[in-house]
């Protein structure tokens, strides 16, 4: 799902649910047939807030790492702190993190 970006004309054929549409420029946000992009706009809206707060700086070379943690703040969103540790440190096991 995205907005009415002209860049993303063309896509869809490659998502098994096809893809759909919201006219902002017409103020359309969300259709009652489920199309939307809020969900992408709340988890983009974590990551600015990461950054904007916490990292105030993200370089180039470093963005897919932190993209990665985004991504998992906003998968596990929805457990208590205790199940959210414990996933995390599942994600450690024999990784061992260096800076050259």
């Known amino acids: 799902m995205t907005d009415d970006n002209p860049s993303y004309n063309g896509i869809g054929a490659e998502f098994a649910g096809g893809h759909e549409s919201v006219n902002h420029s017409a103020k359309e946000y969300a259709r009652k047939d489920g199309a939307n992009i809020n ?4 988890c983009f809206a974590i990551m600015k807030r990461g950054i904007y707060g916490t990292f105030h700086h993200v370089s180039t070379r470093h963005l897919p790492r932190y993209c ?27 990784n061992r993190l260096t800076f050259a």
């Not at 929805?78 to 994600?91: F, Q, Y």
Request: aromatic fraction near 12%.
């Open 68 to 94: 990665d943690e985004f991504d998992f703040r906003w998968n596990h969103r929805r457990i208590d702190d205790g199940e959210w540790a414990v996933a995390a440190l599942a994600m450690t096991g024999g």
């Open 39 to 42: 969900t992408a706009e709340s």
